[in-house]
């Protein structure tokens, strides 16, 4: 599956979308990132979104610019963060500062060592808590980024790109559901 079958079944009320995905995937268009990172981030995205002929097309398209332990790093921090952006966002949301305090007890030894390189990770692990919408997260890993010289640019392509995938994945759920007999039925 390539992406070209994805693309074309967007509606035309999201064509934007059409042409911002083939934007972030190309270097022109997600400045500061390498075409591996692209991929990478686009991989990690897909996952969080949650919608399964998106994360297969854009897993084919992620394996022509990766290794196959880079994708597992993608995959990694797609996994981590499903875990960590609820906890975190638990904490922060409560506002209780004894949750702070308190020992979080959850194993995250793949942070230590992701299979990629550890910017790759953390850019991934970004734009996922930016769709996940955990604060904590995101703030922790751009000053993480930003500790490693990671420009701003970089970092709002990362970003750039999980919007796009993130509201690709949501508008093709919308529009399969819609198509469904019974969405029909009930109109």
């Given amino acids: 599956m390539t992406l070209e079958p994805i693309q074309s079944s967007l509606p035309d009320y999201a064509k934007d979308l059409r042409l911002n995905l083939d934007s972030v995937l190309g270097e022109g268009g997600a400045p500061g990132l390498t075409q591996k990172q692209i991929a990478l981030m686009a991989l990690a995205s897909a996952i969080a979104s949650r919608h399964e002929p998106l994360t297969r097309a854009i897993a084919q398209f992620a394996a022509r610019h990766a290794d196959e332990a880079e994708l597992n790093g993608a995959r990694a921090a797609a996994a981590m963060m499903a875990m960590n952006n609820i906890y975190y966002r638990f904490t922060h949301l409560v506002g209780n500062e004894e949750f702070a305090t308190l020992r979080t007890s959850l194993r995250m030894n793949v942070m230590a060592n992701p299979g990629g390189s550890k910017i790759d990770f953390e850019l991934a692990s970004l734009a996922v808590s930016a769709i996940n919408g955990c604060g904590k997260c995101m703030e ?48």
């Fill in 140 to 187: 922790s890993h751009e000053r993480t980024l930003r500790k490693h010289e990671v420009s701003a640019q970089a970092i709002q392509s990362a970003v750039r790109i999980a919007a796009v995938i993130h509201a690709v994945a949501v508008t093709l759920e919308q529009s399969q559901a819609a198509a469904t007999p019974q969405a029909v039925a009930a109109a």
